[in-house]
């Protein structure tokens, strides 16, 4: 025998006995002393209401100590039965549950809801409300960067930044009531157009927000991307390789952070996307800190457009003549948009009455969560919180 | 010795955000006022005589998605409608505004009235109009072309 001090599970097996490989993939449920060893798998339940969950995602994980043998997500506990609702909702009714489906971005299932409509019924939008369109979207995709990139810090154990972020997002929140009438559950974007013009005197508190948005970020970027702690925490962590990602059908900043160069607003430009300059940032590792990035650089792209779109704006119509109770001819057609998690479609088929006959809700954060299962195993669970909340899920969404 | 200069950063941006002063108010003591747009409880819209303008004409009971509106009619006296109540169940309401939108006569409007927080049940079922006769819908849309 050596002298060598015996550590680690050498050290409480029998004398001569060498551990067993580790258990193949999946979620196994040992009971104790199954597995040969004598340390015993635990299953341990993260969630359905859990902190660092970010919603009510239950997640079911395999743990050897602190390392994550196998991982599922379980979900469902926020299922309303949208798509279902949404066969007795007429067309211009139908904003009200879209609203509640990604809850952070309402605006986006909004106007992917109307675009599809739109082609279904063959609605010609006034260019005006396209540009609205475009604007509140913009302003929509930062209040909910601003909410994911707070967290994702006091996943990491930052709690400053969440709280200057929730500041920010307040005077996006403060516009958008404004605008549309309420912070969240807006109502706002109709097949044709939308509801109201632009208030008078909008201008004023978007420039301010425009005024402080990237010297704001900046500082957001100093305090989380600045720090060791949280560029530990997160580089190479979580790493999502091009393949697996499009192998799962991920979209958005999980995609682009891999390397993809997808961004419908680019590949299919709808709204006032083909008339405004702006770039799309890649990662290259696909990390969470390349998810971090690519979602901070997005802000300041999106202020770039906003920008863009106050001093374009154009004079006319905020919306066409449509009827109230529309019928669309029998039909089926696919809109999507990028909304802040990804490629957010409606699939909408009518059969000429006045509500869809189906509507089918491409949730980008489903298929993005679809990847946690692979992605979690193997590290560690201080990681997997950092992980999962990388991937920006929002399980109104997700659940649908 | 601590590493690197994150923390250094950190203290720099903290003090920087102390001296930005507060963006809370006081609450029960100081308030925001809403945006024109905001919608909270919907209200009756009165004339300047204090009749209702509702014509009791049910569109805004069938326009609400959630079924939060109900009204009982009768026939008048005099010829038209009674409205016997008109109840808001303002618990189920969900303030999307598409009553608001379809009422033809502006009849009702979506208030400001956040403070909707309550001790009982009861007061989640609001009679906007009890007992009253109707508006005439001929004689709402010439008073609104005279206006």
């Known amino acids: 025998m050596s002298d060598e001090p015996v550590t680690g599970v050498q050290s409480i097996l029998p004398e001569g006995t060498q551990p067993t490989p580790m258990l193949p993939k999946g979620l196994k449920r040992v009971p104790s002393g199954v597995d040969q060893l004598a340390t015993e798998h635990l299953i341990l339940n993260v ?23 196998a991982a599922e997500a379980d979900i469902g506990f926020l299922h309303r039965g949208i798509e279902k609702l949404a066969e007795s909702r007429r067309y211009h009714q139908m904003g009200t549950i879209l609203d509640r489906a990604d809850y952070v971005s309402g605006f986006h299932t909004e106007t992917a809801f109307a675009l599809a409509t ?47 972020l929730m500041r920010e997002r307040e005077m996006i ?11 969240m559950m807006f109502n706002y974007v109709r097949p044709g157009g939308v509801v109201r013009d ?18 704001y970020l900046g500082e957001t970027e100093d305090l989380l991307g600045g720090n ?58 696909g990390d969470a800190f390349d998810r971090y990035k690519v979602r901070v650089e997005e802000i300041h792209q999106s202020v770039r457009i906003v920008r863009q779109l106050l001093d374009g704006m154009p004079e006319g119509e905020h919306t066409s003549k449509v009827a109230k109770a529309l ?73 649908r | 010795m601590i590493e690197g200069t994150g923390w250094l950063k950190g203290f720099v941006i903290t003090f920087r955000n102390m001296l930005r002063g507060p963006i809370t108010v006081r609450y029960p003591e100081h308030k925001l006022t809403l945006p024109e747009r905001s919608r909270w409880a919907v209200q009756q819209r009165l004339n300047d005589d204090g009749s ?19 009204i009982e009619t009768s026939a008048a006296e005099g010829g038209g ?48 109009l009890q007992d009253v006769d109707a508006a005439s819908p001929r004689r709402e849309r010439k008073g609104e072309a005279d206006a």
């Open chain 1, 327 to 399: 019928r669309p001819p029998a039909g089926e057609v696919y809109a999507a948009v990028e909304s802040p998690r990804g490629e957010l479609g409606i699939h909408l088929i009518s059969d000429g009455g006045p509500t869809p006959y189906r509507l089918r809700l491409r949730s980008p954060a489903y298929y993005n969560l679809g990847v946690a299962d692979e992605l979690l195993a193997g590290g560690l669970i201080a990681d997997m919180i950092v992980s999962l909340g990388s991937l920006d899920i929002v399980l109104g969404e997700i659940d």
């Open chain 1, 198 to 215: 632009l208030p008078a005197g909008i201008d004023a508190p978007l420039r301010a927000w425009l005024a402080i948005a990237d010297k």
């Open chain 2, 81 to 128: 409608k009674h409205i016997d109540r008109y109840v808001y169940e303002i618990g189920a309401c969900m303030m999307c505004g598409l009553c608001v939108e379809a009422c033809p006569f502006s009849a009702i409007e979506m208030s400001h009235e956040y403070e909707l927080a309550t001790r009982h049940g009861g007061d989640l079922v609001r009679v906007l």
């Open chain 1, 173 to 183: 929140l403060d516009v958008l009531e404004a605008i549309s009438g309420s912070r």
């Open chain 1, 118 to 164: 739109e082609k279904l019924a063959e609605i010609e939008v006034p260019r005006k409300a396209s540009w609205i369109r475009s604007l509140v979207m913009e302003l929509n995709r930062c209040a909910s960067h601003y909410v994911w990139l707070g967290p994702v810090g006091m996943d990491a154990g930052a709690m400053a930044p969440f709280l200057y």
């Open chain 1, 228 to 285: 060791e702690i949280f560029r530990a925490r997160m580089k190479g962590v979580g790493v999502i390789a091009p393949e697996t990602a499009l192998a799962f059908g991920m979209s958005g900043a999980c995609l682009r952070s891999s390397g993809i160069d997808f961004d419908l607003r680019k590949a299919r430009p709808y709204c006032a996307y083909g008339e405004i300059d702006f770039d799309v940032p890649l990662g290259t590792v």
């Open chain 2, 52 to 70: 209702p303008r509702c014509t009791a004409c049910l569109i805004c009971v069938k326009e609400c998605p959630d079924d939060v509106l109900y």
């Open chain 1, 47 to 69: 969630g359905p209401q859990h902190p660092s969950t970010h919603g009510v995602l239950h997640m079911l994980v395999e743990l050897d100590g602190e390392e994550v043998i």
